[in-house]
């Protein structure tokens, strides 16, 4: 950061985006490093051993209020379910009603959509849904009404 400024690059955005599943708190580089925060929002379900069928509330409910308490825009740099453990629609349904009124802080949220990810479990994981006409249905239906939420 500090040797675009010097250079004089002022058509930069730093984005800081911890993993919110690690103790990412003290990392936190400083208010003159960052103009955004951002994270994920990624349900693996069952898939691991190590993981549940998480709600949107569990995975990024709880880090929430730190990362809105820096005062910068947040955004949801990969958001998505896998169908392994639970129901995938509903977990989309629960996870975007009503999403700018719970997380008003967040000011972007980009579907992550990948068919072949395997860079943490090491096998071939599915994130897309843009085939899948219930859960693009329902990802159409549920985001169309936060037209009607005020920030």
């Known amino acids: 950061?500090?040797?675009?400024?010097?250079?004089?690059?002022?058509?930069?955005?730093?984005?800081?985006?911890?993993?919110?599943?690690?103790?990412?708190?003290?990392?936190?580089?400083?208010?003159?490093?960052?103009?955004?925060?951002?994270?994920?929002?990624?349900?693996?379900?069952?898939?691991?051993?190590?993981?549940?069928?998480?709600?949107?509330?569990?995975?990024?409910?709880?880090?929430?209020?730190?990362?809105?308490?820096?005062?910068?825009?947040?955004?949801?740099?990969?958001?998505?379910?896998?169908?392994?453990?639970?129901?995938?629609s509903a977990w989309f349904r629960d996870a975007l009603h009503d999403f700018p009124a719970r997380f008003p802080a967040v000011k972007a949220l980009l579907f992550f959509h990948h068919a072949n990810d395997a860079t943490i479990t090491y096998q071939q994981l599915d994130w897309s849904f843009a085939r899948d006409s219930t859960i693009s249905k329902v990802v159409a239906e549920t985001i169309s009404g936060w037209k009607s939420i005020k920030n």
């Open 1 to 88: 950061v500090t040797r675009f400024k010097v250079a004089g690059a002022e058509n930069v955005v730093w984005v800081w985006s911890p993993h919110v599943a690690y103790e990412y708190y003290p990392y936190y580089p400083g208010d003159e490093y960052v103009d955004w925060v951002a994270t994920q929002v990624l349900n693996y379900g069952t898939v691991a051993p190590w993981s549940r069928w998480w709600s949107v509330g569990e995975i990024f409910g709880n880090h929430y209020a730190y990362l809105a308490a820096l005062n910068k825009p947040i955004m949801v740099a990969e958001f998505s379910s896998l169908a392994v453990g639970g129901d995938r």
